[in-house]
């Protein structure tokens, strides 16, 4: 049978075709274990003679239709999903790692991963290189220097937006073996075919892009079932779940993925393009311009440039926090890919308490500004821009 589109994936994979009581959406079974009648049942389970749920933390019905969703649109083997975000990257890298194991991460990593490599992991006798992003010489020499087990990219990156090359990745992997871990929160199934290219596990935060009405944290890891076996046996034995409640927004939410991001790749792309010639504006970070550093990465390995436009005010610092106090239809808060319009600092919301040197080495500057345009109309979004430049834009 042909192989159905994104969208209609994204509405009818993973939900049981038979439904309890003829219901359209699949249920939230809020249940904390299974019962079973009979000790026969009992052994049939047991001796794996019938696939059926047993206790919470190892499955639940609604789960498992997202599960099966999720798996649908990455076209992977198999997936997993968590309680957020970070459980999705801690359970990979403890899942996947022992002690004496190497890894290497990109110094863009996401603040709370880079922490948790830098920070924890060594407590477990594993160690990461951090490389900067984009010298894949260095990444190789790294890898080649300590026999990493695992390298973990992201791709695009935050705040800059840069481009991971999948082609190199994955032929890096190719020489030296390692699993390749790839967090593609910011590009989303719909933006990149991140597995097709390369990568051995994906991860999401699906607090982002996947559940997409910022009501929700979620994370997921999507791979080969070899690899995605052994972080769900971590996993079980550790917690992280994600509960019926949240399976089903996720549900939900996912069932419009393909609009969302069709409209939030629009609108990204119209707010990127304004500010790209703004007199207010020093310089505009979004993928899809032909001023990003990464655009010919991006176009190669993206079909779409996602929501998420960062800029430099030419103000200082005042003036960046007076622009983000006017704003209205954007509210001030961190995560991005939701319907709502969000802007957020990164100097004083994430990195508050790195000192000016480190946010210096980051490039994290006083009038940097990262905004998630969320899915209303991009006219409404320009119009409040521009209100809150105030004189500025004049
Ligand atoms: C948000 C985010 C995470 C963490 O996800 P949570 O759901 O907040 O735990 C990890 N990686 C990236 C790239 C993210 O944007």
New binding site residues.
């Given amino acids: 049978m042909k192989k159905k589109g994104l969208s209609t994936q994204a509405v009818h994979a993973g939900e049981p075709e038979r439904q309890y009581m003829d219901s359209i959406t699949t249920p939230i079974v809020m249940t904390s274990s299974y019962t079973f009648t009979h000790m026969n049942d009992v052994m049939d389970y047991i001796t794996k003679k019938v696939d059926r749920f047993e206790y919470g933390r190892y499955g639940n019905p609604t789960t498992a239709a997202v599960i099966k969703k999720l798996a649908a649109l990455e076209e992977a083997e198999d997936a997993e999903v968590f ?7 801690s359970c990979t890298l403890l899942g996947l790692l022992r002690s004496g194991d190497h890894l290497v991460i990109t110094d863009d ?2 603040k ?2 880079t922490m948790f490599c830098e920070k924890v992991l060594p407590r477990f006798g594993i160690n990461a290189s951090v490389v900067k992003m984009g010298d894949y010489d260095q990444m190789e020499h790294e890898v080649a220097k300590y026999g990493a087990k695992l390298v973990l990219s ?1 791709t695009p ?2 705040p800059y937006l840069n481009i991971a090359d999948m082609d190199i990745l994955s032929g890096m992997k190719e020489r030296h073996g390692f699993v390749l871990a790839v ?4 590009a989303s199934p719909v933006n990149q075919r991140t597995l097709a290219q390369g990568a051995d596990v994906v ?6 892009y996947l559940g997409g009405h910022n009501d929700i ?3 997921a890891v999507l791979g080969g079932r070899e690899l995605v076996e052994k972080i769900r046996d971590y996993r079980n034995t550790t917690g992280g779940v994600m509960d019926a409640m949240t399976s089903f927004l996720l549900l939900r939410g996912l069932k419009t993925l393909g609009i969302r991001m069709e409209r939030l790749n629009q609108n990204g792309l119209a707010v990127a393009r304004h500010l790209d010639d703004h007199p207010a504006v020093r310089k505009v970070y979004y993928p899809g311009l032909p001023s990003h550093h990464d655009h010919e990465k991006a176009r190669k390995f993206m079909t779409g440039f996602g929501g998420v436009v960062t800029f430099e005010l030419d103000a200082d610092l005042q003036g960046t926090m007076d622009f983000l106090s006017n704003l209205k239809l954007f509210k001030i808060a ?4 939701g319907v709502e319009a969000l802007v957020t600092h990164p100097m004083t919301v994430s990195y508050y308490d790195h000192s000016p040197e480190e946010r210096a080495r980051l490039g994290i500057h006083d009038e940097l500004i990262r905004m998630s345009v969320g899915i209303e109309d991009v006219e409404d979004l320009i119009d409040d821009i521009e209100q809150a430049l105030g004189e500025k834009a004049k």
């Fill in positions: 309680d957020c975000g970070m459980t999705a990257v990593a996401y709370k991963t992201e990156t935050n967090d593609a929160t910011f991860i999401h935060s699906a607090t982002k944290l979620g994370g961190p995560s991005f890919g």
